[in-house]
């Protein structure tokens, strides 16, 4: 492969309202790597920053990395989208099959603009690139839509990734989710949403073609150096034994689990939903994204007698740390059979559980307080009653009435109609399942996801008690470059402890990229402050931000959050994020704009 | 003389590493499919995970369709041997083959399991295992055996 070909990307860009293709094969591996870095570049190519997240011209991307399907654990594919949720550059990350199946069709990104004129799915294979009229499937949820679109979009059996919306991407939820086989969802910020107002109701991606093996004689080797890495150092241990719900007790233990919409930060009865009670009372199976040997996905089974006569339906569903937060303490549950239950309804309505979930802690103590009404809420929420938990999830996704149409729309949205905005728990979206401290809050608020995995911020407050601004935005931007450098690879996040930067420099260098084996922090860095000018340019401004009151209501093991103190986090941060996001200066110093 | 058996896919959690590893070691491509053991779902991830690959039919179907003698039994036992430079790329092996598990790339070219063990190593909860190709071997052991 020639240095010039080297740099650049094959990118399959299709248009749902002409139906047809466009291949684009564009230069820019060397300036932004690939994943988040080429999601950014292609947002700056195809997207309209300033027309609004429904516009049909506004693009939808899926894009994956340079070592995609070639080495362990890059696994992941980055989504780019402007966000309904708030009108920003948005990404989201997602495994299952899709990004081998992209990798295997041949492309380094999907990109979809347009509407079509009716509903439909696209297919795309190394061979095929099809619209498919499937109007028969609007308001079908999302399981039921991945059933049918096996038969609809044959081909690839096995080695095909079904990326598929439920009502609520139907409804234009800003927090509706697409859901990828199954198990796997580009989540929070409304890119199910997107995919709905396209009137997209699915895309099979088969993974059906064949590609060279990298030239170097070497990579037979280093796959096998990182895969035994991968399997027998032990590292990955927490992430396939019990999972992310391992965190439940000791955060309990630290006062950093929220629970009912934040009033407390641990419970007596966090060992009834610890991550061993799912292990030992509801683990089914795991399963694992293709190209991954780790197998973190956890699948439990809940079992629902529907009829007396012990009739029984079975719902397999996948579990973590942040759904089970969002659908458990969060909402008061601790049966965790509930837990799942919940879970799996806002699944099949394709909603984003973490954000549905909170977004219904607010509601329920709304109620309490007397904000909404049962006339508001068709049932009547309360903490811990799962029946009507369930049934509410149903109906934001089906967007039942005026109150779950705003609800539907983020906890925010609804308090500044019907007021409680100081209790509602929304951190740029609505919290992650960490109540760490003054840290986190500050972080998630300002972050460029608003995700709790855009910095190692929660992690942070467990381990740290003294107060230092400066200190703590050095450490915030510095993890945000490393965890960028990843999501342009793109490798998922629990490989961090695998893929340092000379194993990322070894295996650039095997396939290929020799002169970015030599330059990838640079390349991550252009990527990075690409993406926080696209943010910034599509409506964002990190200083205007602000933390909700209840979180400085929080009383954690450092004890009560100091609301000055994480005041002046949080503006520190966002000077640093406004300044990461400024105009590439002419200095030959500062990185290359895309 | 040994044959390759899936006899432990309960266990599967759909990785693809074994079929991978095949492709990457055996066929020198970078696919999911021109290999010699593909896995895939039986109706959606939920139901459970399937390893497709030659089960060492003896006699096998597949060569007895090969026009050519390029797809022939193996003298020893144990599956079928390809000899590439006698392949007229026909598609007659992957069409007799009662469990569709000879695979065609782009070119027609087919990609068959040929026992060699290179994927076990890659899978990591013991799905895969080579056994001797005397020993009667059934394409199971966990669902069917009791201690």
């Not at chain 1, 939808?60 to 402007?82: D, H, N, Q, W």
């Not at chain 1, 003054?438 to 608003?450: D, L, N």
């Amino acid at each position: 492969m020639s240095n010039e070909a080297n740099d650049l990307f094959r990118v399959l860009v299709y248009d749902l309202e002409r139906g047809r293709g466009e291949l684009a094969i564009l230069p820019g591996r060397r300036q932004c790597l690939g994943g988040s870095g080429l999601a950014a570049l292609l947002y700056e190519k195809y997207g309209l920053p300033t027309a609004p997240a429904f516009d049909p011209r506004q693009p939808l991307i899926f894009a994956i990395g340079p070592a995609t399907g070639y080495f362990p654990l890059m696994s992941k594919t980055v989504c780019g989208f402007k966000s309904p949720y708030n009108e920003n550059y948005a990404e989201s990350h997602a495994g299952g099959r899709s990004a081998l199946a992209l990798r295997f069709a041949g492309y380094d990104a999907l990109v979809v603009v347009g509407k079509a004129p009716r509903l439909s799915t696209l297919v795309v294979g190394s061979r095929r690139i099809e619209r498919i009229d499937v109007h028969y499937l609007a308001g079908a949820d999302v399981f039921t839509t991945g059933k049918l679109l096996r038969k609809i979009a044959e081909g690839a059996s096995g080695h095909r990734s079904i990326l598929r919306i439920g009502p609520a991407g139907e409804n234009g939820s800003g927090y509706a989710c697409i859901n990828v086989d199954t198990y796997r969802h580009f989540g929070r910020l409304g890119a199910g949403a997107v995919m709905g107002s396209k009137n997209l109701k699915g895309i099979v991606i088969q993974g059906d073609g064949d590609l060279p093996l990298p030239a170097d004689k070497g990579y037979a080797k280093l796959f096998k150096d990182i895969h035994e890495k991968v399997t027998s150092s032990g590292m990955m241990e927490k992430y396939h034994n019990l999972g992310t719900p391992a965190n439940v007790l000791p955060l309990n233990e630290l006062k950093s689990l929220p629970w009912r919409n934040l009033a407390a930060t641990s419970d007596s009865e966090a060992d009834k939903i610890s991550g061993e009670a799912f292990a030992e009372k509801l683990l089914m199976h795991n399963a694992a994204c293709a190209g991954c040997p780790v197998g973190c996905i956890h699948v439990g089974m809940v079992r629902e007698m529907f009829s007396s006569s012990h009739r029984f339906a079975i719902h397999q569903v996948a579990y973590d740390h942040e759904p089970n937060f969002a659908a458990g303490p969060m909402l008061g549950v601790v049966d965790p059979v509930e837990v799942l239950a919940i879970n799996d309804m806002a699944d099949r309505q394709g909603l984003d559980i973490i954000s549905a979930g909170v977004a219904l802690a607010w509601a329920v103590e709304a109620t309490q307080k007397g904000v909404i009404s049962e006339k508001d809420t068709e049932v009547k929420l309360t903490f811990g009653d799962a029946a009507a938990l369930k049934r509410a999830m149903w109906l934001i996704g089906h967007k039942a009435n005026d109150f779950y149409a705003l609800l539907g729309q983020g906890a925010m949205v609804a308090a500044a109609h019907y007021g409680g905005a100081d209790y509602a728990c929304v951190l740029g979206q609505e919290m992650a399942g960490y109540a760490t401290g003054e840290t986190y809050f500050a972080s998630q608020t300002v972050a460029f996801r608003h995700s709790h995995l855009d910095t190692g911020a929660y992690s942070y407050d467990q381990k740290h008690k003294e107060q230092d601004v400066a200190k703590v935005v050095d450490f915030l931007v510095k993890d945000e470059r490393e965890r960028v450098l990843l999501t342009c690879l793109v490798a998922c996040l629990f490989a961090r402890e695998v893929y340092k930067p000379e194993v990322i420099a070894s295996v650039l260098g095997c396939l290929g990229h020799e002169e970015l084996a030599g330059s990838f922090d640079a390349a991550a860095e252009n990527a990075r402050r690409a993406r926080w000018r696209l943010k910034i340019a599509t409506g964002y401004d990190p200083r205007a931000t602000r933390i909700p009151k209840r979180f400085t209501e929080v009383t954690t093991w450092k004890g009560p959050v100091d609301a000055v103190y994480m005041e002046a986090l949080r503006a520190a941060y966002a000077e640093a994020v406004a300044e990461l996001g400024a105009p590439p200066a002419t200095d030959q110093a500062q990185p290359p704009a895309l | 003389m040994k044959i390759h058996r899936a006899l432990r896919m309960e266990r599967c959690i759909g990785c693809h590493s074994c079929s991978l590893a095949c492709a990457r070691l055996v066929y020198k491509s970078m696919s999911w499919q021109t290999a010699g053991i593909r896995i895939r779902s039986t109706g959606g991830v939920s139901s459970g995970f399937q390893a497709i690959l030659c089960l060492a039919c003896d006699p096998a179907p597949c060569a007895a369709a090969c026009p050519t003698g390029a797809m022939s039994q193996r003298k020893s036992g144990g599956g079928v041997t390809l000899k590439k430079s006698l392949c007229i790329q026909c598609g007659q092996c992957a069409a007799a083959c009662p469990v569709d598990a000879i695979n065609l790339d782009a070119a027609g070219n087919p990609a068959v399991c040929l026992h060699c063990g290179q994927c076990t190593a890659y899978c990591p909860h013991d799905c895969l295992e080579l056994v001797e190709a005397d020993t009667p071997a059934a394409p199971c052991l966990e669902s069917c055996h009791v201690e």
